[in-house]
């Protein structure tokens, strides 16, 4: 069944902008293994809170992403920049929906101007 794993990481004192690269850089590298979207948000009221969430098709995908290679070294060169422990939560999606946003308005044509004769 379809998931998301939301990974709530928090960062040390002064290490939020620097984890929260670091851990955008990382998501990305979901895809190569079968995520279908991946998210990161920074909360607004406590900048040491940032939560990754990457959507798969399978838990067994996310197993492979979360101890890939990538991932590994990550956790490993990031160590400083977070608190431990890292408990991520995997959810069975069980309802979605999306408002499709409208096609841009293309601007009207500009009228001829008269030619002055």
Do not use: C
């Not at 690269?21 to 909360?43: D, F, K, L, M, N």
């Not at 009221?45 to 838990?59: C, G, H, L, N, P």
């Not at 408990?87 to 946003?101: G, N, P, R, S, T």
Request: hydrophobic share 45%.
């Amino acid at each position: 069944m379809a998931g998301v794993v939301h990974i709530p990481w928090y960062a040390t004192l002064f290490r939020g902008d620097r984890l929260a690269a670091a851990v955008t850089e990382v998501a990305a590298t979901s895809i190569r293994y079968g995520a279908t979207q991946y998210r990161v948000h920074r909360s607004l009221d406590d900048a040491y809170r940032i939560t990754q969430m990457v959507w798969f098709e399978s838990k067994l995908d996310w197993e492979r992403y979360w101890e890939g290679p990538e991932m590994v070294a990550f956790r490993a060169q990031n160590s400083n920049r977070y608190q431990v422990p890292v408990l991520y939560v995997w959810h069975d999606e069980i309802a979605f929906d999306v408002i499709a946003q409208a096609p841009a308005e293309q601007p009207a044509p500009l009228a001829a101007s008269p030619t002055l004769e």
